[in-house]
């Protein structure tokens, strides 16, 4: 199991921006598809941004198109999500996954099919 750390979250007001990182282990990176899902209380885990491993494809929750940006940096095990015009309704934990392969590619992007996380970050956007 890759092993993942999350970096970046905190507190802003509506309209900021945050940019949040993971940091990966493991010798296939650049192969993996990575994820980032959100959960606020009482809301089940949810899927927020996706990318394959080339990182050449990414994938997007309506409610953050045009708002998030998904990105990777093979070399530094590294995969971002730039969050910008920031809404309370962000405000979550934010967790970054690593995926099986093709999961985006086959319409994957459900928690169950994501086996590793990493500790979560909290995203607390205030209005």
């Known amino acids: 199991q890759v092993q993942l750390v999350e970096s970046g979250g905190g507190l802003v007001q509506a309209g900021g921006s945050l940019r949040l990182s993971c940091a990966a282990s493991?010798?296939?990176?650049?192969?993996?598809?990575m994820g980032w899902f959100r959960q606020s209380p009482g809301k089940e885990r949810e899927f927020v941004a996706g990318?394959?491993?080339?990182?050449?494809?990414?994938y997007y929750t309506d409610s953050v198109k045009g708002r998030f940006t998904i990105s990777r940096d093979n070399p530094k095990n590294t995969v971002y999500l730039q969050m910008n015009s920031l809404k309370p309704e962000d405000t979550a934990v934010y967790y970054c996954?690593?995926?099986?392969?093709?999961?985006?590619?086959?319409?994957?992007?459900?928690?169950?099919?994501?086996?590793?996380w990493g500790q979560g970050t909290q995203v607390t956007v205030s209005s």
């Open positions: 996954a690593a995926g099986p392969p093709f999961a985006f590619y086959h319409g994957s992007n459900s928690p169950s099919d994501f086996g590793s």
């Open positions: 493991g010798r296939t990176f650049s192969v993996t598809p």
């Open positions: 990318i394959v491993g080339s990182g050449t494809n990414t």
